[in-house]
């Protein structure tokens, strides 16, 4: 197979978080008995007009300086004529012409190469119903009718399935942390297609394009593309050529199916929404919408390193908002990060795992969660001392202090007491302090659990382990 130059270009559906939907009062829900959440304009009603929600306009001003783009002072929305029966108006109103957001990009970054992903536009336009297909029937579901979106329009800029992908994940990362969307793809709140041509060199023209459409997951998307460029080398290889046309990706065929030939380019019939006013965007509406961006993932990761977390517990604190901001709440907080970052991702992120709860649901706030890291910290609490009250750490209002004394664990922490333990351990075991000397690990081993069983495990293990190292090399 000859090699080729892949291009790819990305256009993403987001299903924005408000209360409502984007021109009528019907709640913006997700789950709900089908037809539910509805009201005569989301069905189609002849006579009825849309009313747009600020709050979208608030949002789509806030996606758009996340994804750094310019921002536009006059809009206005159009009218994307089409046929379907998820269309009952036979149009969708959207932004054809005066896209609110333009010129953005996504920086990302493959094998430590840091990339800029071009945004070419971002408009906002309304949801259609979702179509179910049994057998020789198809069913309409209203609910998804009027739900507000932003759809994002990247630059034929990309050049590979890894970079779609990391595309896809920063921007799924900037728009759950921005509070835009919950970019749930199982859900359908975040939808991808992806254009991929390929040609032989950079000089060459584009190639003919492929639309792959609604791609259920990120994963899918990367091996979508993989799918298509090797389709599409197969056939230049074999001197054939193709018609521009839409395919869908097959999850049971793990590839690519084709939908329909584009024989001519879709003739929408754009006007400008007659219904709706032109928006005029003021520098003071972008300065309010501003204010609601909460910290955005770049900046966590930057302070949690400063502050010594590992680079690796930083990204995982980010994959778990919840724990994420609760961390936050102790950034001017005099503690070891690298102690708390560790409790929150192992034993607590274990109990709230196992008991299908979110941090905010237990009685662990923040004093007593500073209370804990410094116990750790200082060696009182062992590690199998938490394991052993973690559960009434997490369910309990009493302080951690009590919790321990309720059940008996009380740390000797002083060198002097675990020192003369040590030196009765060694002068009652010569054997294995030889074994020692001679090389044998497993007699420092057995001597430490001589120590800890003296003590009734109440020794501070890496203190009493640093004691009978400097003992036995004495």
Known sequence: MANYIPTIGVEVHVELK???????????????MANSLTNVVDLGYPGTLPTLNEEVVNLAIRAATILNCKIRHEMFFD???????????????????????????????????????EIEEMHIE??????????????????RAGVPLIEIVTKPCMTSS??????????????????????KMEEGSMRADANVSIRKSEKDPFGTKAEIKNIGSISNVGLSIEKEIERQAALYDKGETFQPQTRRFDDKLQDTVLMRVKETGNDYRYFPEPDIPFVIITEEMIEEAKKGIPMLPDERRK?????GVLEINANKL????????????????????????NLLLGDISAYLNKEEKEIGETTLNKERFIELVNLVDS????????????????????????????????????????????????????????????GHDRAIKFLMGQVMKETKGKANPRLAMELLTEELNN
Do not use: W
């Open 18 to 32: 408000t209360k409502t939907k984007i021109f009528s009062n019907s709640k913006n829900g997700y789950g709900q």
């Open 79 to 117: 009218r994307k004529n089409y046929f379907y029966p998820d269309n009952p108006k036979n149009y969708q109103i959207t932004q054809a012409r005066t896209p609110i957001g333009y010129d953005g990009y996504v920086e990302i970054e493959i094998n430590g190469e840091k990339k800029k992903v």
């Open 126 to 143: 309304e949801d259609t119903c979702k179509s179910a297909h049994r057998g020789t029937k198809t069913f309409l579901d209203f609910n």
């Open 162 to 183: 890894q970079e779609a992908k990391a595309y896809l994940e920063k921007l799924k990362e900037l728009l759950f942390y921005g509070d835009i969307s919950d970019c």
């Open 303 to 307: 302070i949690y390193v400063e502050k």
């Open 318 to 341: 980010i994959q778990n908002r919840p724990l994420s901001d609760f961390f936050n709440t102790l950034l001017n907080e005099n503690i070891n990060f690298k102690t708390a970052s």
């Open 379 to 438: 060696d009182t609490l062992t590690s199998k001392n938490l394991k052993d009250i973690l559960t009434m750490v997490m369910e309990q209002e009493k302080t951690i202090q009590d919790i321990m004394k309720d059940n008996g664990i009380e740390n000797i922490t002083d060198d002097g007491e675990i020192r003369k333990v040590i030196q009765e351990i060694i002068a009652s075991n010569p054997e294995s302090v030889e074994d020692y000397k001679n």
